[in-house]
């Protein structure tokens, strides 16, 4: 690692000051606080909402129902939720918001809302389980049904077969930053001091929503505490609290409650996905078949593409994947870090580790033998892989082959190993930046990019004084803004590839105009000799097509992937069905990287967050009413310091990708997260026996439900 | 949460007195009461603030006793070096509760009064479904529901949850008494008396769902007596999914006496299995004069399950409160 | 403790009041304030201090975001009212570094070992780390790794966190014993 690549990041003395400023730290004079009401069941019709005793505590100003707002426009994706809410008597979940409460405190905003007293005639909810299956609308984004060659024959012309059903249980992004939105109007122009992964969906859709022109609505989003998913699309929250702005003519903050964040931000959602491997007896998959169910809301439509997974990793000659939604009375669920291949290696990587089992196999040995060299169902090649050299070097660092000879005892602990495939499809955003070199050696990057803790500031900056041969203490950048030039959203592991190409595309137009100003490279020098103060350059990261998206290198002439190699070691206590983390190695093929030191945090945090959904993460559904049994931190578990041991190694193979983006890089967020649940659950099999195919994995389930005494 | 009058006292005499209001609540850490404030679990017009309060801010040994204060914060019983000596099962209990932060805030008095951590009980006014304890009358929807974590001992179809308290379940073990003062003067209470399982509290004559202890509505907890066992020997067991910060599925707290690798007594309480610290009376009368040893240890806690009555999705909890006691007596005695 | 509690006499008569007047020193700066005896000392610092960087995660004592120094202790300002602080010294994340600002070598330590990623938990983990160490708890991994578990890192930077916090340890026993000699 050299000194450049192990560069800290850049805003990070303003986070352990605690000067970094997030949405809820600004409090624009006359603010009003503003709490949602939610309903009070999880179907039905309101019949009354009433406000008197809420605004008659001191300090509440008004409390907005459906009566005071405004008919919203309709409003399309990037929205999140189609159905907005406080617009008809009609709720659909418990929690949907069917008031607003706006004081002078938050105490009285606070006690303004239990005051609030909704009255309904209950319907009765679709419940969890019981729900509706149908196919998901199409076009899909993603999750399209496909058939490769005839599965039905490769499933027959197998020697062994898996045929098993694996569950996991919703769970929240559970980010530490609650939504928040501080809407002021001025002039008729609305500012938003926004918790957001991608400001740019804001203007368009709070804009459609309340009848606006997006251009007179600017997002500001300094830092963001944590996305995970939850803060990428936009949410009613947001439409509302500049909604409210607008009616009482005063700033406007609402700050999710943790409880209310149950409600109004997404989730992953519950899914049951059923996976049919047959091989060969040498370990030869003859047909993957992948199915996905995936819980939705009743009104509103996410697809969690679990399938995507089956597509393309293995060298299989069938394959076939379907997906289905089932409906229920709950919120929608939105992507979560990991989206698409998390959910869809649970299944996969289970199955392939029971089908090494089956066939006697080191389960290692099984996926090299079913590597696909090419993209399996368009045979395209990869812009590049060297996910050979990632299990090798994983493997190596993990000590996997000498495994069977170290203990497996360590007091009450039992130790066991298990390994999995990670991957995660290349999601590709359209970007810009604008780079400013100025007279005096220093450049200024503008884009309005987030700073959600991937270290992308760090990253430009990095970017920029390579690109621009300048010490990197002398590039400096701006975002968070929408005034700022246009950039892409920071979700799906795509800003590196996105911004930081339209960053190093914007420098190498610099230098390009340094060039024809006169000879040599120093800036200083050349923009003096000129007599300009600064150049410019914006630079565009696009898309086959202009496309604002593009998946897997589609329409393209190669296939793009990212891939990796989970080892784990884990301690059960079998007495007690505890199981604990001991160690873990991620070796990972993801592109160039650009800054080692924030790169292995942020693969570490993805293993940690693996781990979590692996052994207690879940958002459980009460089974009477479909509502979230606990809206809060203290009945819902996410992993602790305690939890992790300091040995995880992290190891990314040396690689670039000249196709998938300018500067040699692919995603890396999400990948990490990818396959540790399955590898999870190799190594509980591997230390005691006991074959688990429903997340979390908890203590009853190791020990059984009805375990005798 | 609602607006309330607040006022500082240190005189428990003078806190008993103002108890005698209905609706005045007692703050002292705050880690529990504040909470119920938001949820609308409590909603008092008053809070006396008893910080300090007289008696309750110190640890001392007397010839007979280690006396413990009210006011003394989790943190502070758990490194205090006299309770690590004379009751080392309440101070890993006490280290092993919530996290540092709370810790320091949260005091042993309110510790035992923490309510239940019963996901359907801990929502949010107004309630989607029904909860006995909150709402009187309405149903319990953890019988039916989502019970993994609830009671195996002692409920009834009106409420099946379980007291969290890791504190009192190394107090009930450790025989303390709880030192109580009211408009009626100063009295003891026995930390395994002191909370009501819904069967008791229905043979008492309360609602089962929300008669949880016996404290009288001007009872001010001021110390906590713990006896003094020379040799005794204890340990504290917590089994939860996540490593830290989590409350328990099950605990144990085991305290054993012994006579080279015989057992002269032995005293176990079990954790989140009943709405009170569970004592295994008839497995410690069995454990007198064993070896403690694995079998001997399986022998005598066979038949300690025996009245437990699981729900629907706690079996498992019989099991690991067979194996949890196991360990903390092992534990107790050196030997895991 | 209780010297300077406003009510403590041992008269019959309590007062009661709605509103609670508190002074308290923030930082080493007095302030003092009438609020309703409801506010809390998170609240307070975020909208009436406007002291933001103690983040409000929570609010119910779970995740560690809004942990101030009261006399000293880390406590989860969520759980504590303002009217509780009355005489108190509370620290928040932004009396840490020196007052020429200089970064307090737990802060560094954050720094160097990319112990934060997007940062909403770092005020907490930052001042509890303070604390940790002032404990003697910051001896070994495992005993960092428990005592810093009331801090929740969504992000999960735990294993850089339990090295800066071994690392600033060191660093500050070093100091402390390079001054003593």
Known sequence: MTAAQTMSRVEAPLKVTGAAKYAADHTPPGTLHAVLVGAPAPAGRITGIDTAAALAECGVVKVLTAKDMPRFGEVKPPAAVLSLPLQENIFRFEGEPVALVLAESIEAAEAGRAAVVVRFDAATPVLPGSGWREPPPTPRLLGDDVALGDAASGLAQGAVKIDQAYFQEARHHNAMETAATVAQFENGKLTLWDSVQASGNVPPVVAAALGMNADDIRVICPHTGGGFGSKGYVWPHQIIAAAAARIVQRPVKLHLRRHDQFVCVGYQPRLEQRIQLAATRDGRLTAIVHEAVNACAIADTYVEPATEASKSLYAAPAIRTRQWLERSNINVPTPMRAPVEGPGLWALESAMNELAAALEIDPLDLRLFNHADVEPMTKKPWSSKKLREAYQEGARLFGWAGRDQRTRQDGPWRIGYGMATSTMGSFRFAAGARVRLKADGTARIEANTHDIGTGTQTVFCRIAAEELGLPIENVSIAWGDTRLPPSGPVYGSSATGGTGSAVALACRELKAQLGRLGAGNDPRTLLGEAGLPEIVADGAFTLPGGAPFNANGDGTPFAMSTWGAIFVEVGIDPEFGLVRLRRAVGAYSAGRIINLKTAISQMTGGIIWGWGKATMEESVQDPTTGAWLAKNLSNVAVPVNADIPSDITIHFVEEYDEHASAIGARGIGELGATGVDAAVAAAIFDAVGVRIRELPILPWKILGEHAPG | MKAFDYACSTDPHQVAAALHVPGTAIVAGGTEILNWMRLGIAAPDRLIDIDGLTGATDVRVDANHLSVGAGVTLNAVGENTQVRQYAHVLAEACLQAASAQVRNRATLGGNVLQKTRCAYFRSEDPLPWPCNKRNAGTGCAARSGSNERHAIFGWMDACVAVQPSDPAVALACLDAEAVVISARGERSVALTQFHFTQEEAASAGGDPAQLETRLGADDVIVRYRIPLRPGSRSAYVKVRERASYEYALVSAAAAVELDGDRIRSARIALGSVAQRPWRLVEAEARLRGMRLARDAIDTALHGAMGAARPLARNGYKIMLAHNAARRALLLAGGLA | ?181
Not at chain 3, 38 to 62: I, M, S
Not at chain 3, 139 to 166: F, H, K
Not at chain 3, 169 to 174: E, H, T, V, Y
Request: charged share 20%; aromatic share 4%.
């Open chain 3, 1 to 181: 403790m209780n010297q300077n509690r406003p009510s403590s006499a041992t008269s019959r008569d309590l007062t009661w009041s709605r509103q609670v007047r508190v002074a308290l020193t923030v930082n080493g700066r007095q302030f003092s304030d009438t609020v309703p005896a409801r506010v809390t000392l998170l609240d307070w610092l975020r909208e009436g201090a406007g002291l933001t960087g103690t983040k409000k995660g929570c609010n119910e004592g779970a995740c560690g975001t809004c942990t101030v120094l009261i006399d000293g202790r880390r406590m989860n300002a969520c759980l504590t009212l303002l009217a509780q602080c009355q005489g108190r010294s509370v620290t928040t994340v932004e009396g840490i570094a020196g007052p020429d600002g200089t970064l307090h070598p737990v802060q560094q330590a954050f720094i160097e070992h990319d112990a934060l990623q997007c940062g909403y938990c770092t005020p907490g983990q930052v001042v509890s780390a303070v604390a940790c160490i002032a404990e003697g708890h910051a001896t070994d991994e495992s005993s960092v790794r428990e005592w810093m578990s009331g801090n929740v890192c969504r992000c999960s930077c735990y294993p850089q966190i339990t090295a800066a916090v071994l690392d600033a340890a060191k660093r500050i026993g070093d100091k402390a014993q390079g001054g003593a000699s």
